[in-house]
């Protein structure tokens, strides 16, 4: 059974900067995710993709409002995902989580930032703007 365990969040200044992690604990010989990625939720909104990471040849992709700020990126000898976020700004306030999947969405139609194509979630780490 593989858990995922995020840490880093916290308080920052609009423009201050944070260094999310994602831990995979548990059973996890012969495990692999194709893509791992993070998802933010404000209060009274709804999910949403942040940025994944494909581990076939580490491409990724990022929600329009992070591109040039955030950065994803996965040590996947260490079974950790990182997000490195810069420039924070408060909209970027929100509930952060890992999630992973086997294979990649759009392999059977799907969409990266979709939810609901992610099996495995971690229990989300606050990141607060101010």
């Known amino acids: 059974h593989v858990q995922l365990v995020e840490s880093g969040g916290g308080s920052v200044q609009a423009g201050g900067s944070l260094r999310l992690s994602c831990v995979a604990t548990g059973n996890t010989i012969g495990w692999q995710f194709d893509c791992m990625a993070w998802f933010r939720q404000a209060p009274g909104k709804a999910r949403e993709g942040v940025a994944l990471?494909?581990?076939?040849?580490?491409?990724?992709y990022y929600l329009d409002s992070v591109k040039g700020r955030f950065t994803i990126s996965l040590d996947a000898a260490a079974n950790t995902l990182y997000l490195q976020m810069d420039s924070l700004r408060p909209e970027d306030t929100a509930m952060y989580y890992c999630?992973?999947?086997?294979?990649?969405?759009?392999?059977?139609?799907?969409?990266?930032?979709?939810?609901?194509?992610?099996?495995?979630w971690g229990q989300g780490t606050q990141v607060t703007v101010s």
């Open positions: 990471i494909y581990s076939g040849d580490h491409s990724t």
């Open positions: 999630a992973a999947v086997s294979k990649p969405p759009w392999w059977n139609g799907g969409s990266w930032y979709d939810e609901r194509e992610y099996i495995h």
